[in-house]
């Protein structure tokens, strides 16, 4: 069995399975290590939205919302079967924020993204149907906004699926429990009783 290795990736969550399956696609040698199972922690108890970071406006971060709007198109077209379009209704208070100010930001929000597969946002009235059931009665304006949720425990199961048919050796249930520096690479001790060596670490742990 192999035990020499371009990355090693510890962490089987979205953020390890998508470096793993990353790397492994740019023809390196892979291996992903799991002490649980994959999307065991965070991954599978996410807040379930892919978004483009809408309140990162307002901090002027116009190039993270860009990139993750791209991103946000990019997984509906690849994995249109874990992400799903939503439409979120969002009250307004005025207290908090002027009209003009959210309907700048949605504007904002619509435009920066390419839209191919999320209607625009608009502005309703909160106080009458179909969106006054349930809502405080002094809740008279809002707007309507389109982000996307997942399956996040699947996408990541999904993407460590991809890598190992892409050649990355993947193990749960294994703990990396040291490295050591030995001659410009990693030597790597895992629980399973396996040393091996990488060339990098990618500490996707958490």
Known sequence: MDREFDVLVVGGGINGAGIARDAAGRGLSVLMVEKDDLACATSSASSKLIHGG??????????????????????????????????FVMPHVPELRPR??????????DHMSSRASLPGSKAVRLDVPPYNSGLQPGLKHGFIYSDCRVDDARLVIANTIDARARGARVLTRTECLAARRHEGAWIATLSNGEEVNARAIVNAAG
């Open 54 to 87: 809408l309140r990162y406006l307002e901090q002027y971060e116009f190039r993270l919302v860009a990139e993750a709007l791209a991103e946000r198109e990019v997984l509906l077209r690849v994995a249109g079967h874990l992400v799903w379009p939503a439409r």
């Open 100 to 109: 003009w100010m959210i309907r700048a930001g949605l504007f904002l929000y």
